[in-house]
Each structure stands twice: as structure tokens, then as C-alpha cells.
């Protein structure tokens, strides 16, 4: 945080800077309150716009609620879902764009039953292969691994323990962000099992 400038203050407050040094000199809380928990960027962002952009984010939020948001691990960043994503064995990965797609296709919510339950067909299989040897013949060399059901019961058991409740709201609104980031990384930067 930059120290406030006598500049900023003398705008502030509309008088001289002795007044400022005076008013310190004084200890007055007013002075304490500015200097304690204000910057110059923020004093300055007020007296341009009248608002202070980081106070309005927080201004309907108690103080034991913003504390809990700060200090829960269960809460939503985009990047260590990304994180999580990307560190899946291959297997998992695929599992988890084949129930997305599945989804998608359905138009269903991605769910701890659907992550349960869901096994493809051998005809989709099939399906899936041929198409996406139709669009890249060199595809075949890059077969979709079987799921095992030791793959499915660890996808399980990361999916209820690891994915939060924020990041499954996060996957269900954006499915084909998630299956693009999944496609992306398949193979980069995991092993292909478990």
C-alpha cells in the first residue's frame, strides 16, 4: 500500500497541508483511521470517481462473512479447478469429457449419479471411433483408453472428495470450456492411469 500523499490530502479535505501535519500532530482518529487502512491509489480512485472500487465489492458483506470467504478452503477459483483438471490421469480425463459430452447430449446436470453410473455403450464406442476416424484418420493411433472399473471407482472417489461444490456449478455451466481444458491437457501432463 503507497503512503498517502499530502496532495491527495490537501484535495481530500479541502485545506492546507500544515493543517494535515497538524492534525497528526494531534493524533486525531481521523488521521489514524486514513493512514491505517487507506492508500493514496484508493483516496485518489475516490476523489476521481467518488467510490472506492475494492470497498463497493465488499460493502454488503459483515466482516465474519468476508472472513469465511477468505478463509474456506471450499471456495471457487477457477484456476485450481483448472488445476485439478489437468492432473487426472489420462483415463480420468476421458471418463470425465465422455460424461460431459453424455450431458450435454442429454442436456443433464453433471452429477455425482451420472459420474456413478455412467458406462458407454460398446456401440457408442464404436460410433465415437469411427467418427473421429472420419475427421483424423491419424486418430486410431490415439485410441480412447477403456475404463476399468478401478479407474471409475477412483473417479468416484475423486469426484466426491476433491471436486467442491462451487467448481461442480463452475463444470455444469461451462461444459464445453471443461472438455476443451480436458482435451487439452490429456496426455501433458499425467500419467495415463491412476
Request: net charge positive; charged share 30%; proline share 2%.
Amino acid at each position: 500500500m503507497k503512503k498517502i500523499t499530502n496532495q491527495t490530502i490537501t484535495k481530500l479535505f479541502s485545506f492546507t497541508r500544515q493543517t494535515w501535519v497538524k492534525w497528526k500532530e494531534e493524533n486525531r482518529q481521523i488521521t489514524k483511521l486514513l493512514l491505517l487502512y487507506f492508500s493514496d491509489e484508493e483516496l485518489s480512485e475516490f476523489l476521481e470517481t467518488g467510490k472506492i472500487r475494492k470497498l463497493e465489492l465488499i460493502k454488503n458483506i459483515s466482516a465474519k462473512e468476508l472472513e469465511e470467504k477468505l478463509h474456506n478452503n471450499n471456495t471457487f477459483d477457477i484456476s485450481i479447478l483448472k488445476l485439478k483438471l489437468i492432473s487426472l490421469p489420462n483415463v480420468a480425463k476421458q471418463l470425465m469429457i465422455d460424461q460431459l459430452r453424455y450431458c450435454i447430449v442429454e442436456k443433464k446436470d453433471y452429477t455425482l449419479e451420472i459420474v456413478k453410473n455412467y458406462q458407454k455403450t460398446h456401440f457408442e464406442k464404436i460410433k465415437e471411433d469411427i467418427w473421429l476416424f472420419i475427421k483424423d484418420p491419424s486418430s486410431i493411433l490415439k485410441a480412447n483408453p477403456d475404463y476399468f472399473k478401478k479407474d471409475r471407482i477412483k473417479f468416484i472417489y475423486y469426484f466426491e472428495n476433491i471436486i467442491t461444490k462451487d467448481e461442480l456449478l463452475y463444470i455444469n455451466q461451462n461444459k464445453e470450456e471443461i472438455i476443451k481444458i480436458l482435451e487439452t491437457f490429456k496426455g501433458l501432463f499425467a500419467y495415463s492411469t491412476w
